[in-house]
């Protein structure tokens, strides 16, 4: 069972939902992501998503797009992100590490290669935005020669045909954007949201994790009701950026306890 899987079972047994924090490797700087790495899996992330740098991600809204431009003035790529996670691997053994990012980096170093060094990497999920279902084969086949998950987006306006699409080829869980916009927009419905949860969970069989415009504790304690995770990101890659560098790790600690406690609040 990968560790993705395991972290669902064990977490559904408890009657909890995951948190998954979101950072971009190499913000603010190259030197501070694994440290942010431990940090955040000590203060209750169950899962994290590592974005890789990229010099125009579409799905992003300006907070990430800053961090990756941070990151990137670093020279922080696809190769770096791998030698990161590995880095983290040597100490954690247990917290599985998505990457999120775009094809590009991907499709440059070859799919083949890509799953090979993610594996060896201690990589355990990717996502990448710009890879639609109907088009991962190669990318797809080649991380499950690796035992590593291919996550996808669910979005309000998917219809039902290309849910099924996606219920084919994901793998560990299914991320459902909360709401129409980039990451770090508002206006989340959390009614509207609910109610496409159990649809998407039947068709797909699989756990679904919930992201885009959850900021608070309160928000993230009432999608932690109805999904089997709660996804974090901009509100994250906020504290980080808004931090002094040496107060990043407490700050970033300090507000994931906080969420943690409130999704775990009765």
């Given at each position: 069972?990968?560790?993705?899987s395991?972290v669902?079972?064990?977490?559904k047994?408890?009657h909890?939902?995951?948190?998954?924090?979101?950072i971009?490797?190499?913000?603010?700087?190259?030197?501070?992501?694994?440290?942010?790495?431990?940090?955040?899996?000590?203060s209750?992330?169950d899962?994290?998503e590592?974005?890789?740098?990229?010099s125009?991600?579409?799905?992003?809204?300006p907070?990430i797009?800053r961090?990756?431009?941070?990151?990137?003035?670093h020279?922080?790529?696809?190769?770096?992100?791998?030698?990161?996670?590995?880095?983290?691997?040597?100490?954690?053994?247990?917290?599985?590490?998505?990457?999120m990012?775009y094809a590009?980096?991907?499709?440059?170093?070859?799919?083949?290669?890509?799953?090979?060094?993610?594996?060896?990497?201690?990589?355990?999920?990717?996502l990448t935005?710009?890879?639609?279902?109907?088009?991962?084969?190669?990318?797809?086949?080649?991380?499950?020669?690796?035992?590593?998950d291919?996550?996808?987006?669910?979005s309000?306006?998917?219809?039902?045909?290309?849910?099924?699409?996606?219920?084919?080829?994901?793998?560990?869980?299914?991320?459902?954007?909360?709401?129409k916009?980039?990451t770090?927009?508002?206006?989340?419905?959390l009614?509207?949201?609910?109610?496409?949860?159990?649809?998407?969970?039947e068709r797909?069989?699989?756990p679904v994790?919930?992201?885009?415009?959850?900021?608070?504790?309160?928000?993230a304690h009432?999608?932690?009701?109805?999904?089997?995770?709660v996804?974090?990101?901009s509100?994250?890659?906020?504290?980080?950026?808004n931090?002094?560098?040496?107060?990043v790790?407490?700050?970033?600690?300090?507000?994931?306890?906080s969420?943690?406690?409130a999704?775990?609040?009765?």
């Amino acid at each position: 069972m990968s560790r993705i899987s395991s972290v669902f079972k064990h977490l559904k047994t408890q009657h909890k939902a995951a948190l998954i924090p979101f950072i971009t490797a190499g913000d603010p700087d190259p030197q501070l992501t694994v440290p942010i790495l431990h940090a955040l899996a000590a203060s209750g992330a169950d899962i994290i998503e590592v974005g890789v740098p990229f010099s125009d991600p579409m799905a992003d809204g300006p907070t990430i797009q800053r961090a990756s431009e941070r990151a990137l003035r670093h020279g922080v790529g696809l190769k770096d992100v791998l030698a990161m996670v590995a880095e983290f691997r040597t100490t954690n053994n247990t917290t599985p590490i998505v990457l999120m990012g775009y094809a590009n980096p991907i499709e440059r170093m070859g799919y083949a290669a890509f799953a090979t060094q993610a594996a060896a990497a201690g990589v355990d999920g990717v996502l990448t935005v710009d890879i639609p279902p109907e088009e991962c084969t190669g990318v797809a086949d080649a991380l499950a020669a690796h035992d590593i998950d291919m996550i996808f987006l669910l979005s309000p306006t998917t219809p039902e045909s290309r849910i099924n699409v996606v219920a084919q080829r994901a793998s560990g869980f299914v991320y459902y954007v909360s709401l129409k916009g980039v990451t770090g927009s508002a206006n989340l419905d959390l009614v509207e949201v609910a109610s496409h949860i159990p649809v998407i969970r039947e068709r797909c069989g699989l756990p679904v994790g919930v992201g885009f415009g959850i900021r608070d504790g309160a928000t993230a304690h009432s999608i932690a009701q109805f999904a089997d995770a709660v996804v974090i990101g901009s509100r994250i890659v906020q504290e980080i950026e808004n931090s002094p560098r040496e107060q990043v790790i407490n700050n970033l600690s300090a507000f994931v306890r906080s969420i943690r406690a409130a999704m775990d609040a009765q």
